[in-house]
């Protein structure tokens, strides 16, 4: 949504924090599967580390000759554009994203666990069929919200796609996964990083100290993936920019300063994020639990206040697309199911996971949202910030590649 209503986000990237101006951070963004997207950061690191087959998409081989240490570190949170507001406060980040980076996208939806999955797979979401932060499971009435995914479904069933991080290791490499203790073992983390050794590290200074050990041990080689989530939970909480969001980032700054000290001669360090954010005004948020138009013919509603998934009644889908367009307007873009396929939004989808996806496709333009208040948790409908959506500020992210 670029209208004059429409207030530009904090964080939309400028010249002033050294990075090059980008483009306006309500443009709508494709992702760039195979040329630029954030499903292309760990085959190229395996093809910089010699597994046999890697693809190098983004051309890291020349820069990285002779590396063979590589850790991956995942800002959730961290958009491109949100780079210059973290400047700061955060002047390493900038420093490096100055000299050392480049944006990429993320896939679609832009959100944390399609991210994650993306990111560990090296596949678009419609391959892998982590297709939102909430899906319905087929054939039921269920939402499953992926970040509260314990062992049902079947996270090697529901994620079908191997992972790059067995692969790295069915070719030699020592592979270990560093994130939050209690994330070890939950579906989100075995649809992700299955085939890396799990290491818990609760803050900045565990999570630095424990990816340099993982890194530095053994002499051949080696890929440490890591996770830091709170620069992304300040923004949901408090806001873009917020005092919470500042303190975050300059802990991320921190972590980046530790983590490049560190490398060894031989290896490498590659930051990046799993989405941007953008904040949402309460005049731009619409409740579809307390307009029946947005109810009529809706059997359950997934996705999030970014992009809603529905599922609508048998020969609803055009009333349902009629009464959505009219209420949102501008808003957002209503499409079928099929239309949103054929965008390329997920890359291509096969059958089984194709369900997984809404009949109607809600996909929330500008700074707009569509909340769910009474049947969704309503911890929900109080964030400040949300992602999702397709728009530059959430899709565009960073790629930072820093050498030992």
């Known amino acids: 949504m670029t209208d004059a209503a429409t207030p530009r986000p904090r964080g939309s990237a400028t010249p002033d924090a050294g990075i090059p101006p980008e483009r306006d951070p309500f443009a709508l963004v494709t992702p760039r599967y195979g040329d630029g997207s954030l499903a292309d950061v760990l085959p190229s690191a395996l093809a910089v580390l010699g597994v046999p087959g890697a693809t190098d998409r983004l051309g890291l081989s020349g820069r990285l000759a002779g590396v063979r240490r590589i850790a991956v570190l995942l800002v959730d949170g961290l958009g491109w554009h949100q780079i210059p507001t973290a400047a700061p406060y955060a002047p390493t980040l900038a420093g490096l994203a100055a000299t050392a980076g480049r944006p990429l996208t993320s896939g679609f939806p832009s959100t944390t666990p399609t991210s994650l999955v993306t990111l560990g797979t090296g596949a678009a979401p419609g391959a892998h069929g982590v297709l939102g932060f909430t899906v319905r499971v087929p054939g039921t009435e269920r939402v499953l919200t992926h970040i509260e995914w314990a062992a049902d479904p079947d996270p090697m069933r529901w994620q079908p796609v191997p992972t790059q991080l067995e692969r790295a290791r069915a070719a030699g490499v020592a592979v270990t996964v560093v994130s939050r203790p209690e994330f070890g073992g939950s579906g989100l983390t075995v649809a992700a990083n299955?085939?890396?050794?799990?290491?818990?590290?609760?803050?900045?200074?565990?999570?630095?100290?424990?990816?340099?050990?993982?890194?530095?041990?053994?002499?051949?080689?080696?890929?440490?993936?890591?996770?830091?989530?709170?620069?992304?939970?300040?923004?949901?909480?408090t806001g873009v920019d917020s005092a919470p969001w500042r303190v975050a980032a300059a802990e991320v700054d921190a972590l980046l300063a530790r983590l490049v000290d560190g490398l060894p001669p031989d290896g490498a360090l590659l930051v990046t994020a799993d989405h941007g954010q953008l904040d949402v005004p309460a005049a731009h948020r619409f409740d579809l639990d307390t307009d029946p138009r947005l109810r009529a013919g809706i059997e359950v509603v997934a996705g999030e206040p970014r992009v809603r998934y529905l599922h609508v009644t048998p020969g609803a889908v055009d009333d349902v697309v009629a009464a959505w367009s009219a209420v949102l307007g501008d808003a957002a873009r209503v499409r079928t199911r099929e239309e949103a396929v054929a965008s390329g939004w997920f890359g291509p989808v096969p059958e089984e996971h194709l369900a997984r996806i809404g009949d109607v496709v809600v996909t929330c333009n500008g700074t707009y949202a569509v909340l769910a208040t009474r049947s969704e948790n309503p911890f929900a409908s109080r964030l400040v910030a949300y992602d999702g959506s397709d728009t530059a500020a959430e899709m565009t992210i960073p790629l930072l590649v820093v050498r030992g």
């Not at 085939?195 to 990816?211: F, P, S």
């Open 194 to 237: 299955r085939g890396g050794d799990y290491r818990g590290a609760a803050g900045v200074d565990a999570l630095a100290t424990t990816m340099l050990a993982a890194l530095t041990a053994g002499t051949g080689p080696t890929l440490v993936s890591g996770y830091h989530p709170d620069l992304d939970r300040h923004g949901h909480l």
